[in-house]
């Protein structure tokens, strides 16, 4: 995000703006020098850069061979000052001999000082902004009438000027860097606060439901201990979800382990005989026959089938079987999950796969909406993809692509998947 003295945006006079511009002024190791270069060729023995706001006028540098007193960091109304002339017009003011001038003979702020000669030069970031003015006064006249002299005052205005915008911007890296950085300890946290302290009390919850079911004798109680049970392994796959996301988005992108896996077909059995298991009351037919050695993660491979098939008995017609196919087709593996029902809208398809995002028209709120965007990053961190096609006529079928020889991965793809 852009630092506001980058912007356009007015300047404010809050302790941190004054702080912060000031500081930026300090670090450019040639103001002094200029600073002494114009007294020197002008004869003027005050001189200062000056942060300007709609009402103060602000010290940021200053060579001061009057005793006025002013030094970095103090103010003044800007209206007491002759920059406030030039900030109106964005000109220069130049007055060689105030108590003759014409313009200025009268005018309250040489009377205030005892000035008689005063330069007030624009300072102009390259963005636009006004940042103040490169200022020169002195009690007795100086020849600051002089074009050369004009050019002078004018091209230091505008050498402070680009060195201030490059300090700015080196200023806003560095925030931008510790911001990052912060960033990334909160991200750490909270994938550690996902791995371990929300699982580990779940998990203990789990234990004593499951002990609470086996020994309880009353057919109620028993009951109320497996929702126990049952919600828990709910809310531990939606803390893994949460976890994938995470790491996928925030952390080191989606883990997978790469290992030779001889019989997938078995592995992908389980997750449907587990289905079957929990939703017996539907019917799930499986054609899984791929016969060939795999190289995946077996793990998350089983995580797409699962997501996939749980998507399938969830939004499906409930009278209609799941299809869930997966075959060797040339040199990938391909696993397809087919559903009846009601078509995913056209307008919804490109959106599928983003986080957190559901049809308006789905009526099962359940879950995070994470699964298919889940699915996809397994799928893109084994160089597969994710297609899907939904038709009133032919169904909603969810098609998994991905390589039998994944050599071109590491070993170790990414951090270890959460058990």
Request: one cysteine or more; a negative charge; proline letters at 6%.
């Amino acid at each position: 995000m852009p630092q506001p003295w980058l912007s356009n945006a007015p300047v404010l006079d809050t302790p941190e703006e004054i702080a912060r511009d000031v500081a930026a002024v300090k670090q450019i190791e040639a103001v002094p020098i200029l600073l002494d270069i114009l007294c020197e060729t002008t004869g003027m023995r005050w001189a200062a850069v000056a942060r300007l706001t709609e009402n103060t006028w602000t010290a940021c540098a200053v060579k001061d061979d009057l005793q006025f007193g002013l030094k970095p960091g103090d103010q003044l109304d800007l209206e007491s000052t002759l920059c406030a002339e030039s900030k109106r017009s964005n000109q220069p003011i130049v007055i060689q001999h105030a108590s003759t001038d014409p313009r200025y003979s009268r005018h309250r702020v040489p009377k205030i000082y005892g000035i008689e000669s005063c330069v007030s030069m624009p300072i102009v970031l390259p963005n636009g902004r006004y940042f103040g003015s490169l200022c020169a006064v002195d009690p007795a006249p100086a020849p600051v009438a002089d074009p050369k002299i004009i050019s002078m005052f004018r091209r230091f205005a505008g050498l402070i000027a680009l060195q201030l915008h490059s300090e700015m911007l080196r200023q806003q890296d560095q925030s931008t860097l510790r911001e990052a950085r912060a960033a990334n300890e909160l991200q750490e946290q909270f994938i550690a606060i996902l791995g371990h302290d929300l699982r580990n009390p779940l998990q203990a919850i789990h234990s004593a439901g499951l002990l609470l079911e086996r020994k309880l004798e009353d057919p109620a109680l028993q009951g109320v201990a497996a929702r126990i049970r049952v919600n828990v392994k709910r809310m531990s796959s939606l803390i893994n979800d949460i976890l994938d996301f995470a790491r996928g988005r925030l952390g080191d992108g989606m883990g997978v382990q790469i290992t030779d896996v001889e019989d997938i077909d078995a592995g992908l059995n389980a997750v449907v005989r587990e289905f079957q298991d929990g939703q017996p009351n539907r019917q799930i037919v499986a054609n899984i026959s791929v016969t060939r050695k795999v190289r995946c993660d077996l793990g998350r491979v089983q995580q797409v089938a699962s997501n996939l098939i749980g998507n399938a008995l969830k939004h499906g017609a409930q009278q209609a079987p799941v299809k869930v196919s997966a075959r060797a087709e040339d040199s990938e593996l391909v696993l397809d999950v087919w559903n009846d029902g009601e078509p995913i809208p056209h307008d919804s398809m490109d959106r599928l796969c983003e986080p957190f995002w559901r049809p308006s028209t789905s009526g099962n709120r359940e879950g995070l909406g994470l699964g298919l965007y889940i699915c996809s990053q397994i799928l893109r961190a084994h160089g597969g993809t994710l297609s899907v096609t939904s038709t009133q006529e032919n169904g909603t079928s969810f098609t998994a692509r991905l390589p039998l020889d994944a050599n071109h991965l590491d070993q170790d793809a990414g951090a270890d998947r959460p058990q």
